[in-house]
């Protein structure tokens, strides 16, 4: 939980002391389900104010689910609802997608399918994303090598990839 403090708040903010109040929090209920909501708040009349939650839930080494629903007010207003799945079909291969509807004019704003090949060395990246929103279709290609440093980049969608050689030759 955090907030910036403005003391020339005519000058800075629209008036405002206080703004730029944000929250970000998970609360862990068990060892596969967590529930998930941020939000920012500026306190303007015009400033942005967004806010989700939702949930996730994972199974180790295999799945991982996501399901939420952002609101955004200020500038623009939509309400979206988001899910996401990835599934490890084998030790080879992961399947990702994901969706997201806007409960307002936009309606259907797009998806992603896509598969990935674990190889020994590489990881190779295949699939299509929908965009409705600009009625546009785009192609995924990517070859991401399994060496480099653990972060975002030892998982696939929430489904972690284990480093060359972890389980032997591969």
């Keep these: 939980l955090e907030a910036s403090i403005f003391p020339e708040a005519d000058r800075d903010n629209f008036g405002e ?89 936009t309606g259907n704003i797009g998806q992603t399918v896509s598969v990935t090949r674990i190889g020994e060395s590489f990881l190779i990246r295949a699939g299509v994303n929908v965009d409705e929103g600009r009625d546009n279709i785009g192609a995924i290609v990517a070859i991401e090598p399994r060496f480099l440093p653990r972060g975002r980049l030892g998982n696939i969608g929430g489904v972690r990839i284990p480093p060359a050689g972890a389980f032997g030759l591969e």
């Design 17 to 105: 002391y206080v703004g730029l109040a944000n929250y970000d929090f998970r609360w862990h209920i068990g060892d596969r389900f967590t529930v998930l909501s941020d939000g920012l708040v500026d306190f303007f009349p015009e400033g942005l104010r967004t806010f989700s939650v939702g949930g996730v839930i994972t199974q180790p080494e295999r799945s991982s689910l996501y399901v939420g629903m952002r609101s955004i007010e200020g500038p623009i207003n939509s309400s979206v609802l988001t899910a996401a799945l990835s599934y490890r079909l084998s030790e080879k291969w992961v399947f990702t997608g994901s969706t997201a509807v806007d409960f307002g004019p």
